[in-house]
């Protein structure tokens, strides 16, 4: 763009020098021969105007160009060629207002540009790869760029910027039909950009309004869905070039995600020191945002980015899919797409994280939302706060409620080095467990209210790394829960009946009644330890150990514990006697976090009857030797 814009520009700025200068006696064969071989000169390019010319002196001295190309040769292996043509440039300048200093133009026209630019044949040589740099080096490359940045900003606040204020007039700058196309070094097509209609209207530079339209479309290399973008608004420039301001200036892309985005910018750019304050409305497949943008070039930070919403909802902001029509541009790019991809059945290959930004970032991010949906989770009352600055990306906190509970979180992200570092701390209190399991499509499994806790640490250069080099301790407790579709109390009470017996016992519950539980797992290596796992039923109590696997989700525990008399609440016909005490009832559960099937849990029934067994043998040992005992004192005593 900024190649195209170059040229658009000098070749109004050749027009305006025309008449500015060249003498009325030179006729306009003498002009060109003139500009061409000023380009020869310059870039040893070739400039060819075809077409007519025409050339007005008075009273609007006017300049119209047909059918124009220039031919720029690549000077090195390490320089870009280019190749641009106009059809048609048409401008007028009134030459009496020039007596006063000021600038009247009529409509300037611009249409039908198109430029060929290829890249160059050889890249220039590669520097020698920088070590990676330790925390303070980072520090300290921060520092520097800071203090450098507020050096040159005192130096442009010092200095007299004062510009003298030229008025420029005109009825409008209109740019149609522009093409810019890239290409890479053996020809083959980069990108394309194409304006199809860019108008400027009642312009001038003395800070009156401005009307900018514009149709545009990047359109790539075939293979990525074609951005569209119009633009409607308005705009004023102040008479010494010090200030643009922009006016519910109103964008629309369309092909950049599964719906169009549609924003509003209102507010000014100050040219020195360069600095942008906008207010900013914006409408996002997720929802709607208002918000504050401020960008400095000289400050620090160098974004800053307010935002509020009533409800976003980030799940949605996915980008477009990928063109299926079958132009040469796309078989390409699909025939390269596959080449890189994974068979199908086979893996894909892991990509790595886009942390590379974060690394020259300077930025602060506020988001205040009454509800924020991400990653299938609605929090509500969201604050976030994020400061990105020398290589890490600070989450001071992410605040809400979560599933009717209160979240408070930290994470920081460290991206200075190519593997990436972050730290997870926080907690969530009071959390609904019906709903929390519910959103990770577990519904029915369980009821209550949890606390949870987490301190942990990963590193990796991919999202499965992460997950898969976990580290650090997560901890839960509650009362008054409901594990759903298991009972651990009807698993006790049939294994009552069958060792005292009797036939099974039916309208046992089908769920278990959490009076307490506490959890504690050890995370290493994304293998979670559950050191540390209690709870209490009426009737059992009950302590183990297990496992999770955070790949998988899977889990499975293993559980002992004491039945007492307290069992007979479920049923009377669950009767504990003398034999049962002291037994350790061992029960094994298995399941899986993502599954709505709950655990399966099974008792060792094997162990407890052999426990009850040595426990009844022992008692008819104690028996008999009670018995002996009182026949022999009954007999030294006369009993």
């Not at 000077?75 to 600038?103: C, F, H, K, M, W």
């Not at 009529?106 to 990676?132: H, K, R």
């Not at 990105?388 to 009717?404: C, F, M, P, T």
Request: net charge negative; with cysteine; hydrophobic share 40%.
């Amino acid at each position: 763009m900024l190649v195209i814009l170059w040229i658009l520009g000098g070749l109004v700025a050749l027009a305006v020098l025309a008449m500015l200068v060249v003498p009325m006696f030179i006729d306009e064969q003498a002009l060109i021969e003139m500009a061409q071989e000023q380009v020869r000169a310059s870039t040893g390019g070739e400039l060819l105007i075809e077409g007519e010319t025409e050339l007005s002196l008075f009273p609007r001295f006017g300049l119209r160009l047909e059918k124009t190309s220039l031919d720029l040769p690549a000077q090195s292996e390490y320089d870009q060629q280019i190749n641009a043509s106009i059809r048609e440039l048409d401008v007028g300048l009134s030459l009496l207002p020039l007596l006063s200093g000021n600038v009247d133009v009529g409509t300037i026209v611009i249409s039908g540009v198109t430029a060929d630019i290829t890249e160059p044949q050889a890249l220039p040589p590669a520097p020698e790869p920088q070590p990676i740099m330790s925390d303070r080096q980072w520090e300290k490359r921060g520092e520097l760029i800071r203090e450098n940045k507020a050096e040159e900003r005192q130096r442009q606040l010092a200095e007299d910027a004062a510009v003298a204020a030229v008025a420029i007039v005109a009825e409008a700058v209109r740019i149609e039909d522009i093409t810019l196309t890239l290409r890479t070094r053996d020809g083959s097509l980069s990108n394309q950009i194409k304006i199809d209609a860019l108008t400027l209207s009642e312009v001038n530079t003395n800070n009156e309004p401005m009307r900018l339209e514009g149709v545009l479309a990047v359109l790539g290399d075939g293979s990525a869905p074609v951005l569209g973008i119009t633009l409607d608004g308005g705009i004023r420039v102040a008479s010494d070039f010090s200030k643009i301001q922009l006016e519910n200036l109103g964008t629309e892309v369309t092909g950049a995600l599964t719906q169009p985005v549609i924003s509003t910018l209102t507010g000014e750019f100050l040219m020195k020191p360069a600095k942008a304050d906008f207010k900013l409305e914006a409408t996002l497949p997720g929802g709607d945002v208002t918000g504050q943008l401020v960008w400095s070039a000289l400050e620090s930070p160098e974004i800053k980015l307010n935002v509020s919403t009533a409800r976003l909802d980030v799940d949605q902001i996915q980008p477009a899919a990928a063109p299926t029509a079958s132009t040469d541009n796309t078989k390409v790019a699909s025939e390269n797409s596959s080449q890189g991809a994974s068979q199908a059945g086979q893996p894909s290959v892991p990509v790595p994280l886009p942390v590379g930004p974060l690394r020259d970032l300077d930025l602060e991010l506020r988001v205040n939302a009454n509800e924020l949906i991400a990653g299938g989770q609605s929090i509500t009352d969201a604050q976030v706060l994020m400061r990105v600055l020398d290589g890490i990306a600070n989450i001071q906190y992410i605040r809400g409620v979560l599933h009717e509970g209160q979240l408070d979180t930290r994470i920081a992200l460290n991206a200075r080095r190519p593997v990436v570092e972050a730290e997870i701390e926080g907690g969530l209190k009071g959390v609904n467990m019906d709903l929390l399991l519910g959103s990770l499509g577990n519904q029915d499994a369980a009821s209550g209210r949890i606390e949870m806790g987490w301190d942990l640490t990963t590193q990796g250069e991919t999202s499965d790394d992460l997950l898969a080099a976990l580290d650090g301790d997560l901890s839960a407790g509650g009362q008054d829960l409901v594990i759903k579709k298991v009972s651990i109390q009807a698993l006790v009470c049939s294994a009552v009946a069958a060792v005292n017996k009797i036939p099974p016992i039916t309208g046992l519950p089908s769920n278990t009644p959490i009076t307490d539980l506490s959890l504690a797992i050890d995370f290493d290596d994304g293998a979670g330890d559950i050191e540390k796992l209690r709870f209490a039923t009426p009737g059992v109590e009950m302590k183990g150990s297990g496992d999770v696997d955070l790949k998988t989700l899977d889990f499975g525990f293993r559980l002992e514990g004491q039945v007492n008399n307290d069992i007979m609440q479920v049923s009377s016909l669950c009767v504990i006697d003398q034999r049962y005490s002291g037994v350790d009832w061992p029960l094994d559960c298995r399941g899986n976090l993502a599954s709505g099937s709950g655990a399966d849990c099974k008792l060792d029934i094997a162990t407890i009857a052999q426990q009850i067994i040595e426990n009844e043998a022992k008692q008819q040992v104690q028996d008999a030797i009670e018995e002996k005992a009182g026949s022999f004192i009954k007999k030294i005593f006369g009993g």
